[in-house]
């Protein structure tokens, strides 16, 4: 594999202070396509339709012990669509891993029998009520298919955790209450809210979209404000479901999801979350790319390293030892984080 960054003798001592010699999340993208064609994100347009393959994954066996890998989420594109599913789920059943799938949930009623045996918790991509749901997704009808699926799963294994994820956007930024009820009917353990990135070259963006691309997902100033008062009244209506954390967000947590949209509008500084994503977690892509999370650029490739080397190369080290949360200007922009307590 080629060196990114040519590394100075000097420098050596510093740069194996990044070294990651534990890794508790890995995120595996196991296809490059999606069965939805959302209005926030532009996966769905890859023409290809490569998927993971199970045999793939015996490089990285030993790596995983030693890295004391915990969990694994599988991801996409759409995981489901992957033909070797059962394989992979069974490969790390085996290491004894935590297996969680983060999907749009269209095919849970088809897969019910793997996705029952083979996980430990499902994360939903869930926009808003039905007809809601259903436009941002531009599928017809896919809430109620996964209304299905749940409850296809759920025949098999009544206790699996099943959660869902909602990106508050203006087809939907008006709609929390209504989405936090439609979680409930579907009978979901969780919900939560984050704002729609549209300012990164993540999600199968060439390079960041451009302004008119940005207003189709972001809010006016009409609508943000819309936003801040339906979040208000999200926070009175089910205050007992936050702190009971079926809504996982904080009180200030769900405001912050209108300042983003405000940082966007008003120009005003942008302020990067807590977060340890890049120390603690890795995202794998379906062409063995390994990336420190889903918005900053791959730094090894894991069809051509075990994983352990892969997360370690000389670009990774390089990119860990620079790496400042606070004033990376992706970072500042980010809609997400991981803070993960060791």
Request: glycine share 4%; hydrophobic share 40%.
């Amino acid at each position: 594999m080629p060196v990114l960054y040519e590394i100075q003798p000097a420098q050596s001592a510093h740069l194996e202070g990044s070294r990651i010699t534990e890794l508790p999340i890995l995120l595996l993208n196991i296809h490059s396509q999606c069965n939805c064609r959302c209005v926030m994100c532009d996966i769905w347009k890859r023409k290809d339709g490569r998927e993971f393959h199970a045999a793939d994954l015996e490089r990285h066996r030993d790596s995983i012990r030693r890295l004391g890998v915990r969990q694994i989420v599988l991801t996409g594109g759409e995981p489901l669509l992957n033909r070797e599913l059962e394989a992979i789920c069974t490969f790390f059943r085996d290491l004894g891993l935590h297996l969680t799938l983060l999907t749009t949930g269209l095919l849970l009623q088809k897969k019910a029998a793997i996705v029952a045996a083979g996980f430990d918790d499902i994360i939903i991509s869930i926009d808003g009520p039905p007809e809601i749901h259903d436009r941002i997704r531009n599928v017809s009808g896919a809430f109620r298919v996964i209304q299905k699926g749940i409850l296809a799963v759920r025949a098999l294994r009544p206790e699996m955790p099943i959660s869902c994820r909602t990106t508050v956007q203006k087809l939907n930024y008006a709609h929390l209450r209504a989405t936090v009820s439609a979680a409930r009917s579907l009978g979901l353990n969780s919900i939560s809210f984050l704002a729609a990135d549209v300012s990164s070259a993540a999600f199968n963006r060439e390079e960041p979209w451009a302004l008119e691309r940005q207003e189709e997902v972001a809010l006016s100033r009409a609508e943000l404000m819309k936003l801040e008062d339906e979040i208000e009244l999200l926070i009175e209506t089910y205050q007992e479901d936050i702190k009971s954390g079926f809504v996982t967000e904080s009180q200030a947590k769900l405001r912050r999801i209108a300042n983003r949209f405000r940082e966007r509008i008003d120009g005003s500084p942008t302020k990067a979350p807590i977060c340890n994503a890049p120390w603690v977690s890795a995202v794998m892509e379906v062409d063995g790319s390994v990336r420190p999370c889903f918005f900053h650029p791959s730094v090894g490739n894991a069809h051509q390293l075990p994983l352990e080397e892969a997360i370690n190369t000389d670009a990774a080290l390089s990119f860990r030892s620079r790496l400042k949360v606070a004033s990376n200007p992706t970072c500042q922009r980010c809609v997400c984080s991981l803070n993960y307590a060791r």
